[in-house]
């Protein structure tokens, strides 16, 4: 998975899944911004193993569904949740459990991590997290005086890691034919594509033409060379939503977060969603 | 509680809304209203209500320079000293494992040290939720002077009554009580000690032109970023594109 400076490739979706290994370090956005529904299904059925799932910054279904499957050792996230449909059920209960490690985190902290990894520094320093339990429980985070006080003056401040993911895998509008990917203001998933190793990345549609020479979309395109493979995925986030595409499909969520509420429900919901092709 | 957090809220400039929050996020657009529309309002997770092109950390980034007066911050559990806590009940020493799981602590950790006016609020008001001692701090109430912090909490909201926060003495003291609420009622149903006026209060409520402009104005501005809450509600949907 090195950094790529070429064209990325235009893959199957099962192709895409495979490029992911067990235990890789993989970047998810929230629920809000351009999840890869499609290729969360695919890896499920791929019986992906102990992934580390970094969550930018919080994480939903995507993360609620990996853990049911059994596809996740850890999870490094400011909080786990599925919004408007409760808590996610599988998180939960294999937190309880000890199934999964947890990196908690706070959402800044997050984000602080991954622009370290996109200067390619080894840390960034927050303000705000002294006293708070998350710096018990997050050993790697640390705490130094601020080197550039005035003299005398104490200031302790937090530094946290770079966050470099191996993977940072999404889904957007469309791609060009060069393999950039337009994004238009969910910069997260720029940032994500930034500090990762490479970016794999579903789209609805791939069109003719160049983006970057588009003075419309240049400001919202990721540039080809953070991304490795671009798969074509109609509905990719289904069923949440996609900006500009298509609304969330409540009725599914609501489904899934009664399903999951138990490890036989999760289990049926999984052996239903095999069989559905269309939404493979 | 609409009404008493927009009460907070008047004369401030910029109020932000975090994720979860469809009540503060009315009462933030209510303040709005009341206000003539100088106030700015940004959800989170809204692209029609949002003042942000920089992704989620742009209201970080934002905060931490001072450019944002309030915002909202609920907990699994909240104690006297105003600690909160997102993340679980059980022993911090057991982590990660805990006896009931909270989604997580979201951006708390952070904004409590740099928002000037966060308003913390619950909507179940009982021992369970207001404790003596959190099990896990994911942001304090309170810092030593050595901490850089320009924020902290201002008032807690409950589906009872509104406290308001002494941050040198680090207590609260009841402010008012909700229509119907006795003083007796919000002790009984308080886990943690706090201090009380002679005279308690009553919360004011919205007068009928706030009451209908939260009906449909601002539950059709929610629904864009709660469906859920506004149908249950107000029996309302998102305003069409």
């Not at chain 1, 509008?173 to 594509?193: S, T």
């Not at chain 2, 915002?71 to 022993?91: C, E, K, Y």
Request: glycine share 10%; aromatic share 8%; charged share 20%.
């Amino acid at each position: 998975m090195a950094a790529t400076t070429s064209t990325p490739d235009f893959v199957a979706v099962e192709t895409l899944a495979a490029r992911i290994p067990n235990g890789a370090r993989i970047a998810l956005p929230a629920d809000y911004s351009g999840c890869a529904m499609t290729m969360v299904r695919a890896l499920m059925r791929r019986g992906v193993r102990d992934l580390h799932v970094v969550s930018v910054p919080q994480g939903g279904f995507q993360v609620d569904m990996l853990i049911g499957a059994g596809c996740v050792a850890r999870v490094e996230a400011a909080a786990v949740t599925l919004g408007e449909y409760g808590l996610a059920p599988r998180f939960t209960a294999a937190i309880r459990s000890g199934e999964i490690d947890m990196w908690d985190s706070t959402c800044p902290a997050l984000l602080a991590g991954l622009q370290a990894a996109e200067k390619g520094v080894p840390f960034m320093a927050l303000r705000g997290i002294l006293g708070s339990d998350l710096l018990r429980v997050r050993p790697d985070w640390k705490v130094i005086d601020n080197p550039l006080a005035e003299s005398g003056v104490k200031d302790p401040i937090v530094i946290l890691p770079a966050i470099r993911p191996d993977v940072a895998l999404f889904h957007a509008l469309k791609a060009d034919a060069k393999g950039n990917v337009w994004v238009g203001v969910q910069r997260e998933l720029m940032m994500m594509a930034h500090a990762s190793k490479t970016a794999l990345v579903t789209v609805e549609k791939i069109e003719d033409g160049d983006f970057l020479r588009d003075p419309e979309l240049a400001a919202g395109t990721i540039p080809s060379l953070y991304i490795s493979a671009i798969a074509q995925a109609r509905n990719g986030a289904w069923p949440i939503g996609l900006d500009n595409a298509y609304p969330a499909d409540a009725k599914a969520l609501a489904d899934y977060a009664a399903a999951a509420a138990t490890a036989e429900g999760f289990a049926r919901w999984r052996d239903a969603m095999a069989r559905d092709a269309v939404h493979a | 509680m609409i009404g008493a957090i927009a009460a907070l809220l008047d004369g401030l400039g910029h109020v932000a809304v975090g994720a979860r929050s469809p009540i503060p996020g009315s009462a933030a657009h209510l303040a709005r209203a009341r206000s003539g529309g100088a106030l700015r309002v940004s959800i989170l997770g809204s692209r029609r209500h949002s003042s942000f092109t920089e992704g989620a950390r742009e209201l970080f980034d934002c905060a931490g320079q001072g450019r944002i007066d309030a915002f909202f911050l609920s907990g699994g559990q909240i104690d006297g000293q105003a600690n909160i806590n997102l993340v679980g009940v059980g022993d911090v020493a057991d982590y990660p494992r805990a006896q009931a799981r909270f989604p997580g602590s979201f951006g708390s950790a952070y904004l409590y040290f740099v928002v000037p006016r966060v308003i913390l609020f619950h909507l179940e008001h009982s021992p369970r939720t207001l404790v003596p001692k959190v099990d896990f701090v994911s942001a304090p109430g309170t810092s030593p002077p050595e901490v850089y912090r320009p924020g902290g909490p201002h008032a807690l909201v409950t589906s009872l009554c509104v406290f308001h926060f002494d941050r040198a003495r680090a207590r609260f003291r009841l402010a008012s009580t909700h229509p119907g609420v006795a003083r007796d009622a919000v002790r009984a149903a308080t886990g943690f000690d706090y201090d009380e006026p002679a005279a308690v209060p009553v919360t004011p409520v919205p007068d009928a032109g706030q009451l209908a402009l939260l009906r449909t104005d601002i539950a059709r501005t929610i629904a864009d970023t709660y469906p859920a809450f506004a149908a249950k509600t107000w029996g309302i949907g998102p305003a069409p594109r």
